[in-house]
Protein backbone atom coordinates (compact mmCIF):
# COMPACT_ATOMS: atom_id res chain seq x y z
CA UNK A 1 0.00 0.00 0.00
CA UNK A 2 0.97 3.11 -0.65
CA UNK A 3 1.74 5.71 2.15
CA UNK A 4 -0.46 8.52 2.50
CA UNK A 5 0.76 12.58 3.85
CA UNK A 6 -0.57 12.43 7.14
CA UNK A 7 -0.07 16.13 7.62
CA UNK A 8 -3.76 16.97 7.65
CA UNK A 9 -5.29 13.51 8.41
CA UNK A 10 -5.23 12.61 11.89
CA UNK A 11 -8.20 10.37 12.24
CA UNK A 12 -7.84 7.85 15.02
CA UNK A 13 -9.15 4.49 15.54
CA UNK A 14 -9.17 2.16 18.43
CA UNK A 15 -8.69 -1.22 17.97
CA UNK A 16 -10.44 -4.03 20.80
CA UNK A 17 -9.05 -6.81 20.50
CA UNK A 18 -10.18 -10.26 22.92
CA UNK A 19 -7.20 -11.23 25.06
CA UNK A 20 -5.84 -14.27 22.77
CA UNK A 21 -3.43 -14.47 20.15
CA UNK A 22 -5.53 -15.79 17.35
CA UNK A 23 -7.73 -12.53 17.94
CA UNK A 24 -4.56 -9.84 18.85
CA UNK A 25 -1.97 -11.00 16.27
CA UNK A 26 -4.51 -10.35 12.87
CA UNK A 27 -6.24 -7.34 14.40
CA UNK A 28 -2.50 -5.86 15.65
CA UNK A 29 -1.96 -6.45 11.80
CA UNK A 30 -4.47 -4.77 10.83
CA UNK A 31 -3.96 -1.72 13.15
CA UNK A 32 -0.14 -1.48 11.63
CA UNK A 33 -2.03 -1.76 8.23
CA UNK A 34 -3.76 1.94 9.10
CA UNK A 35 -0.78 3.21 10.51
CA UNK A 36 0.64 2.83 7.05
CA UNK A 37 -2.17 4.85 5.54
CA UNK A 38 -1.65 7.71 8.21
CA UNK A 39 -4.54 6.52 10.33
CA UNK A 40 -3.44 7.02 14.27
CA UNK A 41 -4.33 4.22 16.10
CA UNK A 42 -4.52 3.16 20.27
CA UNK A 43 -4.33 -0.80 20.47
CA UNK A 44 -6.62 -1.86 23.35
CA UNK A 45 -6.33 -4.92 25.70
CA UNK A 46 -7.34 -6.18 29.57
CA UNK A 47 -5.00 -5.24 31.94
CA UNK A 48 -3.55 -8.28 32.60
CA UNK A 49 -2.84 -8.99 29.13
CA UNK A 50 -0.90 -6.10 28.81
CA UNK A 51 1.49 -6.82 31.46
CA UNK A 52 2.18 -10.03 29.89
CA UNK A 53 2.29 -8.47 26.42
CA UNK A 54 5.90 -7.28 25.88
CA UNK A 55 5.76 -4.68 22.94
CA UNK A 56 3.73 -3.18 20.82
CA UNK A 57 4.85 -1.40 17.78
CA UNK A 58 6.14 2.19 18.86
CA UNK A 59 3.64 3.75 16.11
CA UNK A 60 0.74 2.30 17.87
CA UNK A 61 -0.50 3.52 21.22
CA UNK A 62 -1.68 0.77 23.91
CA UNK A 63 -4.41 1.46 26.20
CA UNK A 64 -6.46 -1.31 28.65
CA UNK A 65 -9.45 -2.31 29.55
CA UNK A 66 -10.47 -4.64 32.98
CA UNK A 67 -11.78 -7.69 32.54
CA UNK A 68 -12.61 -8.25 36.24
CA UNK A 69 -9.38 -10.41 36.69
CA UNK A 70 -6.75 -7.65 36.54
CA UNK A 71 -3.90 -9.46 38.27
CA UNK A 72 -4.64 -13.25 37.23
CA UNK A 73 -6.49 -13.08 33.98
CA UNK A 74 -8.36 -15.57 32.20
CA UNK A 75 -6.29 -18.40 34.57
CA UNK A 76 -8.16 -16.75 37.86
CA UNK A 77 -11.70 -17.87 36.35
CA UNK A 78 -13.40 -21.02 37.49
CA UNK A 79 -14.62 -21.59 34.42
CA UNK A 80 -15.11 -19.28 30.72
CA UNK A 81 -17.92 -19.01 31.03
CA UNK A 82 -17.56 -17.32 34.43
CA UNK A 83 -14.99 -14.94 33.02
CA UNK A 84 -16.89 -14.06 29.81
CA UNK A 85 -19.71 -13.16 32.54
CA UNK A 86 -17.50 -11.16 34.59
CA UNK A 87 -15.93 -9.57 31.39
CA UNK A 88 -19.33 -8.77 30.13
CA UNK A 89 -20.08 -6.64 33.21
CA UNK A 90 -17.14 -5.08 33.67
CA UNK A 91 -15.70 -4.71 29.88
CA UNK A 92 -18.41 -2.14 29.00
CA UNK A 93 -18.13 -0.07 32.16
CA UNK A 94 -14.56 0.39 31.57
CA UNK A 95 -13.98 0.89 27.79
CA UNK A 96 -16.90 3.70 28.20
CA UNK A 97 -14.95 5.48 30.53
CA UNK A 98 -11.64 4.64 28.15
CA UNK A 99 -13.60 6.32 25.61
CA UNK A 100 -14.90 9.14 27.61
CA UNK A 101 -11.16 10.46 28.74
CA UNK A 102 -9.99 9.65 25.28
CA UNK A 103 -13.13 11.87 24.37
CA UNK A 104 -11.59 15.12 27.19
CA UNK A 105 -8.81 15.95 24.31
CA UNK A 106 -9.50 17.26 20.84
CA UNK A 107 -5.97 15.49 20.30
CA UNK A 108 -7.08 12.18 21.74
CA UNK A 109 -10.23 12.25 19.66
CA UNK A 110 -11.56 8.94 18.63
CA UNK A 111 -13.06 8.74 15.31
CA UNK A 112 -13.99 4.59 15.34
CA UNK A 113 -14.04 1.95 16.83
CA UNK A 114 -12.94 -1.47 15.65
CA UNK A 115 -13.80 -4.08 17.48
CA UNK A 116 -13.16 -7.66 18.17
CA UNK A 117 -16.65 -8.76 17.36
CA UNK A 118 -16.41 -11.28 20.60
CA UNK A 119 -17.52 -8.36 22.07
CA UNK A 120 -20.84 -6.70 20.95
CA UNK A 121 -21.04 -4.88 23.73
CA UNK A 122 -18.41 -2.32 22.48
CA UNK A 123 -20.51 -1.53 19.73
CA UNK A 124 -23.43 -0.51 21.90
CA UNK A 125 -20.41 1.31 24.09
CA UNK A 126 -19.26 3.18 20.86
CA UNK A 127 -22.60 4.19 19.82
CA UNK A 128 -24.12 5.79 23.22
CA UNK A 129 -20.58 8.26 22.44
CA UNK A 130 -21.98 8.77 18.82
CA UNK A 131 -18.64 6.48 17.50
CA UNK A 132 -18.39 5.02 14.41
CA UNK A 133 -18.44 1.04 14.96
CA UNK A 134 -16.86 -1.91 13.28
CA UNK A 135 -17.20 -5.28 13.53
CA UNK A 136 -13.90 -7.22 13.47
CA UNK A 137 -14.77 -10.71 12.81
CA UNK A 138 -11.47 -12.72 13.10
CA UNK A 139 -12.85 -16.25 12.31
CA UNK A 140 -13.30 -17.31 9.22
CA UNK A 141 -16.40 -16.77 6.28
CA UNK A 142 -17.77 -20.41 6.31
CA UNK A 143 -17.09 -20.45 10.24
CA UNK A 144 -19.24 -17.42 10.29
CA UNK A 145 -22.12 -17.86 8.41
CA UNK A 146 -22.88 -21.26 10.39
CA UNK A 147 -23.13 -19.26 13.64
CA UNK A 148 -25.35 -16.01 11.48
CA UNK A 149 -27.48 -19.27 10.76
CA UNK A 150 -27.93 -20.36 14.34
CA UNK A 151 -28.46 -16.55 15.40
CA UNK A 152 -31.32 -16.38 12.21
CA UNK A 153 -32.72 -19.72 13.54
CA UNK A 154 -32.23 -21.11 10.00
CA UNK A 155 -29.78 -23.66 11.57
CA UNK A 156 -31.00 -25.18 14.58
CA UNK A 157 -29.66 -27.01 17.76
CA UNK A 158 -29.34 -29.82 18.80
CA UNK A 159 -28.07 -30.82 15.51
CA UNK A 160 -29.18 -33.63 13.25
CA UNK A 161 -27.31 -36.11 12.75
CA UNK A 162 -26.94 -36.65 9.10
CA UNK A 163 -25.08 -34.19 6.02
CA UNK A 164 -27.40 -30.75 5.64
CA UNK A 165 -26.53 -27.46 3.77
CA UNK A 166 -26.52 -23.64 4.23
CA UNK A 167 -26.60 -21.60 1.57
CA UNK A 168 -23.05 -21.22 -0.26
CA UNK A 169 -21.68 -23.47 1.83
CA UNK A 170 -20.28 -27.08 0.97
CA UNK A 171 -22.09 -30.18 2.46
CA UNK A 172 -21.39 -30.51 6.07
CA UNK A 173 -21.65 -33.20 8.50
CA UNK A 174 -22.20 -33.06 12.17
CA UNK A 175 -18.49 -33.67 12.89
CA UNK A 176 -17.83 -30.71 10.10
CA UNK A 177 -18.77 -27.90 12.39
CA UNK A 178 -17.62 -26.00 15.41
CA UNK A 179 -16.79 -28.54 18.30
CA UNK A 180 -19.47 -26.42 20.15
CA UNK A 181 -22.45 -27.80 18.42
CA UNK A 182 -21.46 -31.76 19.63
CA UNK A 183 -20.82 -30.65 23.04
CA UNK A 184 -24.17 -28.46 23.34
CA UNK A 185 -26.27 -30.39 25.30
CA UNK A 186 -23.11 -30.43 28.24
CA UNK A 187 -21.87 -26.75 27.23
CA UNK A 188 -24.61 -24.43 26.19
CA UNK A 189 -22.71 -21.44 26.59
CA UNK A 190 -19.94 -22.87 24.24
CA UNK A 191 -21.69 -22.05 21.34
CA UNK A 192 -23.90 -19.48 22.42
CA UNK A 193 -21.06 -17.61 22.86
CA UNK A 194 -19.81 -16.99 19.13
CA UNK A 195 -23.13 -16.54 18.10
CA UNK A 196 -23.57 -13.59 20.46
CA UNK A 197 -21.01 -11.85 17.78
CA UNK A 198 -23.84 -11.46 15.42
CA UNK A 199 -26.96 -9.85 17.79
CA UNK A 200 -26.12 -6.66 17.03
CA UNK A 201 -24.02 -6.49 14.26
CA UNK A 202 -26.35 -4.94 11.50
CA UNK A 203 -25.59 -1.69 13.45
CA UNK A 204 -22.43 -1.63 12.78
CA UNK A 205 -21.07 0.67 9.79
CA UNK A 206 -18.82 -1.48 9.01
CA UNK A 207 -18.30 -5.26 9.42
CA UNK A 208 -14.73 -6.53 8.76
CA UNK A 209 -13.27 -10.38 8.37
CA UNK A 210 -9.87 -11.75 8.18
CA UNK A 211 -9.74 -13.67 4.74
CA UNK A 212 -10.02 -12.52 1.01
CA UNK A 213 -12.47 -11.83 -1.46
CA UNK A 214 -11.04 -14.97 -3.88
CA UNK A 215 -11.29 -17.33 -1.22
CA UNK A 216 -15.01 -16.99 -0.17
CA UNK A 217 -16.45 -15.27 -3.41
CA UNK A 218 -19.78 -17.00 -2.93
CA UNK A 219 -20.57 -16.48 0.74
CA UNK A 220 -19.38 -12.69 0.31
CA UNK A 221 -21.89 -12.30 -2.44
CA UNK A 222 -24.24 -13.73 -0.46
CA UNK A 223 -23.75 -11.99 2.91
CA UNK A 224 -23.00 -8.35 1.29
CA UNK A 225 -27.12 -8.70 0.17
CA UNK A 226 -27.52 -9.17 3.89
CA UNK A 227 -24.97 -6.73 5.21
CA UNK A 228 -24.13 -3.97 1.95
CA UNK A 229 -20.98 -2.56 4.80
CA UNK A 230 -19.19 -6.03 4.87
CA UNK A 231 -15.25 -6.35 3.39
CA UNK A 232 -12.88 -8.71 3.42
CA UNK A 233 -9.43 -7.31 4.45
CA UNK A 234 -7.26 -9.96 4.70
CA UNK A 235 -5.27 -12.28 4.99
CA UNK A 236 -3.83 -9.97 7.94
CA UNK A 237 -0.07 -11.41 8.50
CA UNK A 238 2.91 -9.29 7.91
CA UNK A 239 3.55 -7.75 5.08
CA UNK A 240 7.05 -9.67 4.61
CA UNK A 241 5.54 -12.78 4.30
CA UNK A 242 2.63 -11.49 1.94
CA UNK A 243 3.42 -8.91 -0.67
CA UNK A 244 6.53 -7.36 0.97
CA UNK A 245 5.28 -3.83 0.69
CA UNK A 246 6.87 -3.27 3.99
CA UNK A 247 9.99 -5.37 4.68
CA UNK A 248 11.10 -4.74 8.21
CA UNK A 249 6.84 -5.95 8.97
CA UNK A 250 8.31 -9.52 9.95
CA UNK A 251 6.37 -10.00 12.79
CA UNK A 252 3.34 -9.61 14.78
CA UNK A 253 4.76 -7.17 17.08
CA UNK A 254 4.05 -8.22 20.52
CA UNK A 255 7.03 -10.28 21.28
CA UNK A 256 10.64 -9.92 22.10
CA UNK A 257 12.72 -11.29 19.18
CA UNK A 258 14.18 -14.64 20.57
CA UNK A 259 17.51 -16.22 18.76
CA UNK A 260 15.59 -19.17 16.70
CA UNK A 261 17.58 -21.98 17.01
CA UNK A 262 15.17 -23.91 14.83
CA UNK A 263 16.24 -21.95 11.63
CA UNK A 264 19.90 -22.70 12.04
CA UNK A 265 18.98 -26.18 12.43
CA UNK A 266 16.56 -26.35 9.75
CA UNK A 267 19.22 -24.39 7.16
CA UNK A 268 21.03 -27.52 7.25
CA UNK A 269 18.08 -29.66 5.80
CA UNK A 270 17.20 -30.34 2.11
CA UNK A 271 14.32 -28.57 0.60
CA UNK A 272 11.10 -30.22 1.39
CA UNK A 273 12.60 -32.68 4.19
CA UNK A 274 11.29 -31.57 7.02
CA UNK A 275 7.54 -32.06 8.67
CA UNK A 276 6.85 -29.12 11.35
CA UNK A 277 4.61 -30.49 14.18
CA UNK A 278 2.37 -27.42 16.11
CA UNK A 279 -0.50 -27.22 17.96
CA UNK A 280 -0.45 -23.39 18.66
CA UNK A 281 -1.36 -21.69 21.84
CA UNK A 282 -4.40 -23.06 23.42
CA UNK A 283 -4.78 -26.42 21.75
CA UNK A 284 -3.69 -29.14 24.97
CA UNK A 285 -3.36 -32.89 24.06
CA UNK A 286 -3.38 -35.59 26.24
CA UNK A 287 -0.66 -37.82 27.09
CA UNK A 288 -1.72 -40.76 25.27
CA UNK A 289 -1.89 -38.51 21.99
CA UNK A 290 0.96 -37.05 22.44
CA UNK A 291 2.43 -40.45 22.73
CA UNK A 292 1.14 -41.53 19.75
CA UNK A 293 2.77 -37.90 18.19
CA UNK A 294 6.30 -38.68 19.28
CA UNK A 295 6.49 -42.24 18.09
CA UNK A 296 4.76 -41.04 14.86
CA UNK A 297 8.18 -38.94 14.40
CA UNK A 298 10.54 -40.94 15.76
CA UNK A 299 9.53 -43.88 13.45
CA UNK A 300 8.55 -42.09 10.28
CA UNK A 301 11.59 -41.13 8.09
CA UNK A 302 11.65 -37.21 7.46
CA UNK A 303 13.41 -35.03 9.53
CA UNK A 304 10.70 -33.53 12.20
CA UNK A 305 10.61 -29.52 13.83
CA UNK A 306 8.43 -30.55 17.08
CA UNK A 307 6.69 -26.75 19.14
CA UNK A 308 5.78 -28.30 22.48
CA UNK A 309 4.94 -25.77 24.66
CA UNK A 310 6.67 -26.29 28.59
CA UNK A 311 3.52 -27.33 30.25
CA UNK A 312 3.38 -30.36 27.73
CA UNK A 313 6.90 -31.50 28.36
CA UNK A 314 5.60 -33.80 31.26
CA UNK A 315 3.48 -35.74 28.24
CA UNK A 316 6.31 -36.33 25.84
CA UNK A 317 7.47 -40.06 25.61
CA UNK A 318 9.73 -41.53 28.20
CA UNK A 319 13.30 -40.75 27.22
CA UNK A 320 12.48 -38.77 24.24
CA UNK A 321 15.36 -36.59 22.97
CA UNK A 322 14.50 -33.36 22.32
CA UNK A 323 17.34 -32.62 19.66
CA UNK A 324 19.01 -35.21 17.23
CA UNK A 325 20.16 -35.23 13.73
CA UNK A 326 16.78 -36.08 12.79
CA UNK A 327 14.59 -33.96 15.01
CA UNK A 328 14.43 -31.18 17.41
CA UNK A 329 11.50 -29.92 19.76
CA UNK A 330 11.70 -26.82 20.84
CA UNK A 331 9.19 -24.31 23.33
CA UNK A 332 8.83 -21.72 20.63
CA UNK A 333 9.45 -20.48 17.25
CA UNK A 334 8.80 -18.14 15.03
CA UNK A 335 6.06 -19.69 12.96
CA UNK A 336 6.32 -17.69 10.10
CA UNK A 337 9.52 -17.93 9.43
CA UNK A 338 9.74 -21.49 9.77
CA UNK A 339 7.16 -22.04 7.59
CA UNK A 340 8.39 -19.98 4.96
CA UNK A 341 11.70 -21.66 5.31
CA UNK A 342 12.12 -24.20 2.84
CA UNK A 343 13.28 -26.96 4.19
CA UNK A 344 9.57 -27.19 5.32
CA UNK A 345 7.65 -30.24 3.17
CA UNK A 346 4.90 -30.29 5.21
CA UNK A 347 2.52 -28.60 8.80
CA UNK A 348 0.97 -30.78 11.37
CA UNK A 349 -1.57 -28.49 12.76
CA UNK A 350 -4.68 -27.87 14.48
CA UNK A 351 -5.88 -25.98 12.13
CA UNK A 352 -6.73 -22.85 13.59
CA UNK A 353 -7.25 -19.88 11.66
CA UNK A 354 -4.26 -17.56 12.01
CA UNK A 355 -2.22 -21.02 11.25
CA UNK A 356 -4.54 -21.83 8.74
CA UNK A 357 -3.96 -18.47 6.82
CA UNK A 358 -0.26 -18.54 7.78
CA UNK A 359 0.02 -21.67 5.91
CA UNK A 360 -1.89 -20.97 3.29
CA UNK A 361 0.01 -17.56 2.15
CA UNK A 362 3.49 -19.15 2.56
CA UNK A 363 2.13 -22.29 0.16
CA UNK A 364 2.84 -25.07 2.62
CA UNK A 365 0.32 -28.43 2.84
CA UNK A 366 -1.04 -29.19 6.02
CA UNK A 367 -2.20 -32.37 7.92
CA UNK A 368 -5.01 -31.26 10.10
CA UNK A 369 -5.45 -32.49 13.80
CA UNK A 370 -8.39 -30.42 14.97
CA UNK A 371 -8.37 -29.81 18.57
CA UNK A 372 -12.05 -27.45 19.53
CA UNK A 373 -14.02 -24.66 18.15
CA UNK A 374 -13.90 -23.88 14.35
CA UNK A 375 -10.76 -26.00 13.90
CA UNK A 376 -13.11 -29.29 12.51
CA UNK A 377 -14.56 -26.54 9.94
CA UNK A 378 -11.45 -25.27 8.86
CA UNK A 379 -9.76 -28.79 8.29
CA UNK A 380 -13.16 -29.72 6.41
CA UNK A 381 -12.58 -26.94 4.52
CA UNK A 382 -8.62 -27.49 3.23
CA UNK A 383 -9.51 -30.98 3.21
CA UNK A 384 -12.20 -30.66 0.10
CA UNK A 385 -12.58 -26.96 -1.13
CA UNK A 386 -8.89 -25.66 -0.83
CA UNK A 387 -7.47 -29.21 -1.41
CA UNK A 388 -4.13 -27.94 0.17
CA UNK A 389 -4.35 -30.91 2.69
CA UNK A 390 -5.46 -34.01 4.75
CA UNK A 391 -7.09 -34.49 8.00
CA UNK A 392 -5.56 -37.20 9.79
CA UNK A 393 -8.47 -39.75 10.73
CA UNK A 394 -9.14 -40.34 14.69
CA UNK A 395 -10.06 -43.57 16.67
CA UNK A 396 -12.82 -44.16 18.60
CA UNK A 397 -11.10 -42.96 21.23
CA UNK A 398 -10.86 -39.53 19.32
CA UNK A 399 -6.82 -40.28 19.32
CA UNK A 400 -5.16 -40.00 16.23
CA UNK A 401 -2.79 -42.98 16.29
CA UNK A 402 1.18 -43.35 15.16
CA UNK A 403 0.02 -45.41 11.93
CA UNK A 404 -2.69 -43.09 10.80
CA UNK A 405 -0.40 -39.80 11.11
CA UNK A 406 2.60 -41.64 9.46
CA UNK A 407 0.40 -42.36 6.83
CA UNK A 408 -0.38 -38.52 6.34
CA UNK A 409 3.22 -37.86 6.27
CA UNK A 410 4.57 -40.09 3.26
CA UNK A 411 1.16 -39.26 1.89
CA UNK A 412 2.09 -35.33 1.47
CA UNK A 413 5.90 -35.84 1.54
CA UNK A 414 6.82 -38.86 -0.25
CA UNK A 415 3.58 -39.88 -3.15
CA UNK A 416 1.81 -37.73 -5.93
CA UNK A 417 -0.80 -36.34 -3.82
CA UNK A 418 1.36 -34.33 -1.51
CA UNK A 419 2.59 -32.39 -4.63
CA UNK A 420 -0.77 -31.61 -6.39
CA UNK A 421 -1.76 -30.09 -2.63
CA UNK A 422 1.55 -28.37 -2.70
CA UNK A 423 0.59 -26.55 -6.40
CA UNK A 424 -3.16 -26.20 -4.68
CA UNK A 425 -1.27 -24.33 -1.75
CA UNK A 426 0.83 -22.33 -4.16
CA UNK A 427 -2.36 -20.98 -6.12
CA UNK A 428 -3.55 -19.56 -2.82
CA UNK A 429 -0.51 -18.15 -1.51
CA UNK A 430 -0.98 -16.20 -5.62
CA UNK A 431 -4.72 -15.02 -4.84
CA UNK A 432 -4.08 -13.75 -1.33
CA UNK A 433 -0.51 -12.03 -2.48
CA UNK A 434 -2.80 -10.61 -5.28
CA UNK A 435 -5.41 -9.65 -2.72
CA UNK A 436 -3.31 -7.36 -0.79
CA UNK A 437 -1.37 -5.83 -2.99
CA UNK A 438 -2.30 -2.41 -4.96
CA UNK A 439 -5.59 -2.99 -6.84
CA UNK A 440 -6.22 -5.96 -5.28
CA UNK A 441 -9.90 -6.55 -3.77
CA UNK A 442 -8.45 -6.42 0.29
CA UNK A 443 -6.18 -3.55 -0.26
CA UNK A 444 -9.73 -1.96 -1.89
CA UNK A 445 -11.55 -2.37 0.59
CA UNK A 446 -8.98 -1.26 3.21
CA UNK A 447 -8.50 2.38 1.54
CA UNK A 448 -12.08 2.57 1.23
CA UNK A 449 -12.55 2.05 5.15
CA UNK A 450 -9.56 4.69 6.02
CA UNK A 451 -11.52 7.02 3.22
CA UNK A 452 -14.28 6.81 5.20
CA UNK A 453 -11.82 7.68 8.36
CA UNK A 454 -10.53 10.36 7.56
CA UNK A 455 -13.71 11.99 6.14
CA UNK A 456 -15.14 11.45 9.71
CA UNK A 457 -11.76 13.11 11.06
CA UNK A 458 -12.37 16.07 8.36
CA UNK A 459 -15.88 16.54 9.21
CA UNK A 460 -15.12 16.79 13.22
CA UNK A 461 -12.84 19.56 12.09
CA UNK A 462 -15.01 21.82 10.27
Not at 105 to 121: A, L, M, Q, R, T
Not at 165 to 175: F, H, I, R, V, Y
Not at 381 to 388: C, N
Request: overall charge neutral; hydrophobic content about 40%.
Amino acid sequence: MEKKSTATRTAHCLVLAFPAHGHINPLLQFSKLLVHQGVRVTFVTTIFHAKIMQKVPPSIALETISDGFDEVGLAGAVSLKAYAENFWEVGPLTFGKLLEKLGRSKDEHVDCVVYDSFFPWALDVAKRFGIVGAAYLTQNMTVNSIYYHVHTGKLQVPLIQHEFSLPTLPKLQPQDLPTFFLTYERKQFLLQYPVAQFSNIEKADWILCNTFYEMDKEIIDWIMEIWPKFRSIGPNIPSFFLDKQYEDDQDYGVTEFKRDECIEWLDDKPKGSVVYVSFGSIATFNKEQMEEIGCCLKECSHYYLWVVRKSEETNLPKDFEKKTEKGFVVRWCSQLKVLAHEAIGCFVTHCGWNSTLETLCLGVPIIAIPFWSDQSTNAKLMEDVWKMGIRAPFDDKKVVRRDALKHCIREIMEFEKGNEMKNNANQWRTLAIKAVKSGGSSHQNILEFINSLFYLECRARF
